[in-house]
């Protein structure tokens, strides 16, 4: 089964860019997609912030992030990248990614749902300092 490994956290000041990596090893064709989610200090919820296909690369972006983070994917890698750009106090989180499988690829919002992803990384930490 897959495993999924992200990288790339770290403590930065407001305004600051970072790129979070999630390599996949063991994808299966069944795969269809990796997901970005986010739990912020205090909350017991993780909130999706973006996904993408690996075959058609579509992408699907968080409105609260939109327009500062963009997902992207390397095949050949088996990696997905999360660039986060002017970086607010507020995106201060445990980033995940997350697989989705085929069979879970149905409805209008597929992409936000959590509980259609499985296979889930460690996690990496993004602190944002103001």
């Known amino acids: 089964q897959v495993q999924l490994v992200e990288s790339g956290g770290g403590v930065v000041q407001t305004g600051d860019s970072l790129t979070l990596s999630c390599a996949a090893s063991g994808r299966t064709s069944s795969s269809f997609a990796i997901g970005w989610f986010r739990q912020a200090p205090g909350k017991k919820e993780r909130a999706f912030v973006a996904?993408?296909?690996?075959?058609?690369?579509?992408?699907y972006i968080a409105d609260s992030v939109k327009g500062r983070f963009t997902i992207s994917r390397d095949n050949t890698l088996n990696t997905v990248y999360l660039q986060m750009n002017n970086l607010k106090p507020e995106d201060t989180a445990v980033y995940f990614c997350a697989e989705m499988s085929y069979a879970m690829v149905f409805g209008s919002t597929w992409y936000s749902d959590i509980h259609r992803y499985d296979h889930w990384g460690q996690g990496t930490q993004v602190t944002v300092s103001s």
């Open positions: 996904t993408i296909s690996w075959n058609e690369g579509n992408t």
